[in-house]
């Protein structure tokens, strides 16, 4: 493959400029996948074409290491383009990131994985979700399970919420293992025999994803493909999950841009001018600039934050990083239902995009972290400090 847009620019600003070029056929592809709940392929396929999904390779091999700074503002663009599509590749530029700076998997394995990410564009993601245990950051153990046989683990389960099973070419799954009860991920190939998905993603919300069912009967991976151990209890900070509000931030921004667009059109015969003139709209539109703006400042701040510290420090900010998406995601909710109010009935309208951006926004609220899980957690925190 060879990158002929964003790997041979040097600054954040020039790959941002190219990505926001870029991304505006999504926009029109959108209504069409969100009608059909079909998977965008051809929009991934022009993100590999750009080298997009080779940004958070590491350097050492190949890649550019972007910061995630960048990675949550690139986000932010294919968001406001596509939600579906920006989610979707979202789980693989974070987890990338994540494996590059958290060295977790072993090295040979991660290599030859980066390796085809830059040569084949080859995707992964995390499948942890399962029907009995719910959101893996509940700490439900899974069902799914792996026995050791003759130097090769037979892993057995079902995976929900398996967000871009159309085009994967590797499942990171999580599993237990019957023998000690441990829990480990294992990295699967998508042509392993007995490894199949279910297409069951019938959300009204965020149809785009392709978050099937993954099934997985028997499938056979060699000793070495388990990457890592899963330690119960305390999971280190997870900056890299701010891709999950830098999504929502560019749905809501879309809603924004069309109903202030709607507002300078908009001249029913009552008035003089366009509703944009009058006192109500303008606060309207003020409220949903007012919160864009807090919400990418505390978005981009905390990722700067996080660009800049150590990996002790990064430990610490696990309630910022839970208020980020909480912040982030209720104010999104909120902006396009004030967009609605701005449009009127017709933003009701199956060919509005509003209904499609007020169905989408919602789906963060079930992102993890868990809304009810970062106010506990800031609560703790709080009370720990007035403690020392």
């Given at each position: 493959?060879i990158?002929?847009?964003?790997?041979?620019q040097?600054?954040?600003?020039?790959r941002?400029?190219?990505l926001e070029?870029k991304?505006?056929p999504?926009?029109e592809?959108?209504f069409?996948?969100d009608?059909?709940?079909?998977?965008?392929v051809?929009?991934i396929?022009?993100?590999k074409?750009?080298?997009?999904?080779g940004?958070?390779?590491?350097?050492?091999?190949?890649g550019k290491?972007?910061?995630?700074?960048?990675?949550?503002k690139?986000?932010?663009?294919?968001?406001?383009a596509?939600?579906?599509t920006a989610?979707?590749?979202g789980?693989?530029m974070?987890i990338v990131?994540?494996l590059?700076?958290e060295?977790s998997?072993?090295?040979d394995?991660?290599?030859?994985?980066?390796?085809?990410v830059?040569?084949?564009g080859?995707?992964?993601n995390?499948?942890?979700t399962?029907?009995?245990?719910?959101s893996?950051t509940?700490g439900?153990k899974p069902?799914?399970t792996?026995?050791l046989?003759?130097g090769?683990w037979?892993i057995?389960?079902?995976?929900t919420?398996?967000?871009?099973a159309?085009v994967?070419?590797?499942?990171?799954v999580s599993a237990?293992?019957?023998?000690?009860?441990?829990?480990?991920?294992?990295?699967i190939?998508?042509e392993s025999?007995?490894?199949?998905?279910?297409e069951?993603w019938?959300?009204i919300?965020m149809r785009g994803?392709?978050?099937?069912?993954?099934?997985l009967?028997?499938?056979k991976?060699?000793e070495?493909?388990l990457?890592?151990?899963l330690m119960?209890?305390?999971?280190?900070?997870?900056?890299w999950l701010?891709?999950?509000?830098?999504?929502?931030?560019?749905?809501a921004e879309a809603?924004k841009?069309y109903a202030?667009?709607f507002?300078?059109e908009y001249?029913p015969?009552?008035i003089?001018?366009?509703?944009?003139d009058?006192?109500?709209?303008?606060?309207k539109i003020?409220e949903?600039?007012l919160?864009?703006?807090?919400n990418?400042?505390?978005?981009y701040g905390?990722a700067e934050?996080?660009?800049?510290?150590s990996?002790e420090q990064r430990?610490?900010m696990k309630?910022?990083l839970?208020?980020?998406k909480?912040?982030v995601?209720n104010?999104?909710?909120?902006i396009v239902?004030?967009?609605?109010?701005?449009?009127?009935?017709?933003?009701l309208?199956?060919q509005?995009?509003?209904?499609?951006?007020y169905?989408?926004?919602r789906?963060?609220?079930?992102?993890?972290?868990?809304?009810?899980m970062?106010i506990?957690l800031?609560?703790?925190?709080?009370?720990?400090?007035?403690?020392?």
């Amino acid at each position: 493959m060879i990158y002929v847009d964003l790997f041979k620019q040097q600054t954040m600003n020039e790959r941002l400029l190219t990505l926001e070029e870029k991304v505006q056929p999504f926009k029109e592809r959108a209504f069409k996948h969100d009608e059909e709940a079909s998977f965008p392929v051809e929009n991934i396929e022009e993100l590999k074409d750009i080298g997009y999904t080779g940004l958070t390779v590491p350097t050492r091999y190949g890649g550019k290491e972007i910061s995630l700074v960048e990675l949550v503002k690139a986000q932010e663009i294919i968001g406001k383009a596509d939600g579906s599509t920006a989610l979707s590749i979202g789980w693989h530029m974070g987890i990338v990131q994540n494996l590059g700076e958290e060295q977790s998997w072993p090295e040979d394995i991660y290599a030859s994985f980066c390796k085809e990410v830059l040569d084949d564009g080859a995707l992964l993601n995390n499948t942890a979700t399962e029907p009995a245990t719910g959101s893996p950051t509940r700490g439900g153990k899974p069902e799914t399970t792996a026995e050791l046989e003759d130097g090769n683990w037979l892993i057995t389960g079902r995976k929900t919420f398996t967000t871009m099973a159309p085009v994967l070419d590797y499942f990171v799954v999580s599993a237990t293992l019957p023998t000690d009860e441990s829990v480990a991920n294992f990295l699967i190939p998508r042509e392993s025999p007995g490894l199949s998905i279910e297409e069951t993603w019938d959300s009204i919300a965020m149809r785009g994803t392709g978050s099937h069912d993954l099934v997985l009967e028997n499938v056979k991976v060699p000793e070495h493909h388990l990457v890592t151990y899963l330690m119960p209890g305390n999971k280190p900070a997870a900056g890299w999950l701010l891709h999950i509000p830098a999504c929502y931030l560019g749905i809501a921004e879309a809603a924004k841009d069309y109903a202030v667009g709607f507002a300078k059109e908009y001249s029913p015969n009552s008035i003089e001018g366009t509703i944009s003139d009058l006192p109500n709209v303008k606060q309207k539109i003020g409220e949903m600039e007012l919160l864009t703006q807090q919400n990418k400042h505390f978005l981009y701040g905390v990722a700067e934050k996080w660009d800049k510290a150590s990996y002790e420090q990064r430990q610490e900010m696990k309630p910022e990083l839970g208020a980020v998406k909480y912040s982030v995601v209720n104010d999104a909710v909120k902006i396009v239902d004030i967009a609605m109010r701005i449009a009127g009935a017709r933003s009701l309208s199956s060919q509005n995009p509003l209904q499609r951006y007020y169905r989408d926004v919602r789906a963060g609220l079930h992102n993890p972290p868990m809304d009810d899980m970062t106010i506990i957690l800031l609560a703790s925190d709080a009370i720990k400090r007035a403690e020392t």
